[in-house]
């Protein structure tokens, strides 16, 4: 139980803050409107990192990510018995923070047409630079394994001051693979605030793209599971 509580709340707190920072630099009458992506890549290291902080506190390991979870578990570094309740925190945790951030900003949905004026889905879920099926999936199952291949070698990422090494490596991952697709990295992340996008009653919202969604679920769990066999050959 505990970890399903870990894992809730902590992809409730990356969420309200990765996504948050997207709605604040897209949205009319915003005061962060227009920043760049330097500052969507350092948003989204410091929500990983203060993610990480709450839920090791509650009593998870801080994946806050399917593919994390699936990549540490098929090869042994992490329980099988502990998947579907780190699964379920996530995915739910994730839907509950894009929630909240439509409460936050819905005054500034309703006065910010789609999608000139910024207000679409990619301010909670990802989409490609260029789409390409193939290479999409590529971008987000590499820039995944980099992430989870460093995660299983920094060692309990959860401990210490680590989850600050965590965050700069989002960071890091965010500005040197994440300019094509918008570096998911995490089905979570991109799966629940593209469904809270879809159902809930978000003003004058645009599409979801969900003929996209695939990539941003698929790659992610590819590159997490090769990170996690990668590190058990080497072992």
Known sequence: MSGFIGEFFGTMVLIVLGVGCGAAINLKKSYAKGSNWMFVALAWGMAVTFGVYVAAHLGSEG??????????????????????PYLLGQFLGAFVGAAIVIVQY??????TTPPEEGNQVGIFATEPAIRNG?????????????????LLNL?????????I??????????????????????????W???????????????????AYAWVPMVGPIVGGILAGGLQRLLL
């Not at 060692?155 to 989850?163: Q, S, T």
């Open 155 to 163: 060692g309990d990422f959860d401990k210490g001051l680590k989850p």
């Open 106 to 111: 819905y005054p500034h949905f309703r006065v």
């Open 63 to 84: 994946h806050l990510n399917p593919a994390v979870t699936l990549g540490f578990a098929c090869f042994g570094f992490f329980p099988w018995q502990e998947v579907l």
């Open 165 to 190: 090494a965590v965050g700069l490596l989002i960071m890091v991952v965010g500005q040197a693979l994440g300019g094509t697709t918008g570096f998911a990295l995490n089905p979570a992340r991109d």
């Open 192 to 210: 629940s605030p593209r469904l809270a996008y879809t159902i809930l009653p978000v003003p004058n919202k645009s599409g979801a793209d969900w």
């Open 134 to 150: 193939v290479f999409n999936f590529l971008s987000e199952m590499i820039a995944t394994f980099i992430f989870v291949f460093t």
